[in-house]
């Protein structure tokens, strides 16, 4: 396990699901995390409580990661419990699948807003709070960023967020501050259960195609932030990891 004894992490849209995974996997490392939430304080509450009952350090912020106002108080809150900041971890995200006859202007706009503004928003208050050292800024984008049908809202979210990846990585390098990206595959979470992908026509096509033979779990993808997290990652920057069980 990396080494993150001392550190302080963000997770934006950690109250189930990858987030709840990560910030679970950051803790488990030695980090002190900040559970961001939007509405679900009941699943926040119980990602800080399982944190602490295993030994870790974690508060709950609530914040609308798309708001400027709302992402420079969760990093004031962060310093304010914690004192400093070493890791950002942009992983809240939405999807709806829509044909694009069907594609509205409020869909567009609620994707990308929570999508992608919130990538920017959210680095660009960190930045502030890193330390002298840098910081690790880790995005979550899709194996979907390459296209797919009835996604291409939530599709160009995700290509957009590989491009901010690759951009802020090549700004910020020289303060110390390294940006990538994990994309995930299929993973089974409370949302992929709610849209019906789990147990459809739609998992069972992806698993056929998946060299390991499975759909992912919260676990698999949170392992690769902590890795991205400490400094067994320090030489990567503007990378993007693809972790889909081989699923291209």
């Avoid at 194996?143 to 049908?149: C, D, K, L, R």
Wanted: glycine share 12%.
């Amino acid at each position: 396990m990396s080494d993150l004894k001392g550190k302080v992490a963000v997770v934006t849209g950690a109250s189930k699901g990858i987030g709840a995974a990560i910030a679970k996997g950051l803790s488990a490392a030695g980090a002190a995390v900040v559970v961001n939430y939007s509405s679900s304080k009941e699943g926040a509450d119980r990602v800080v409580a399982d944190i602490n009952a295993n030994g870790g350090k974690a508060i709950a912020v609530k914040g609308d990661v798309a708001k400027a106002a709302d992402m420079r108080r969760l990093f004031d809150e962060t310093e304010k419990a914690f004192g400093t900041l070493d890791v950002l971890v942009n992983n809240a995200g939405v999807y709806k699948f829509l044909p694009l006859e069907d594609i509205t202007e409020d869909e567009f706009h609620r994707e990308f807003n929570i999508n992608v503004l919130e990538t920017i928003l959210a680095t660009k208050e960190a930045i502030k709070h890193f330390g002298p050292n840098g910081g690790s800024v880790i995005n979550i984008s899709s194996t979907a960023s390459a296209g797919a049908p009835t996604a291409a809202i939530y599709s160009g979210t995700k290509g957009a967020v590989d491009a901010i990846t690759r951009g802020l990585a090549a700004e910020l390098g020289p303060r110390k501050i390294r940006v990538n990206a994990i994309a995930p595959g299929g993973v089974e979470t409370e949302g992929t259960h709610s849209a019906g992908i789990v147990g459809s026509d739609f998992e069972k096509t992806m698993i056929a195609g998946t060299p390991l033979g499975r759909f992912g779990q919260p676990d698999d993808i949170a392992r690769i932030a902590v890795f991205l997290a400490s400094d067994d990652s320090a030489w990567l920057t503007g990378e993007r990891l693809t972790a889909s069980g081989g699923y291209r």
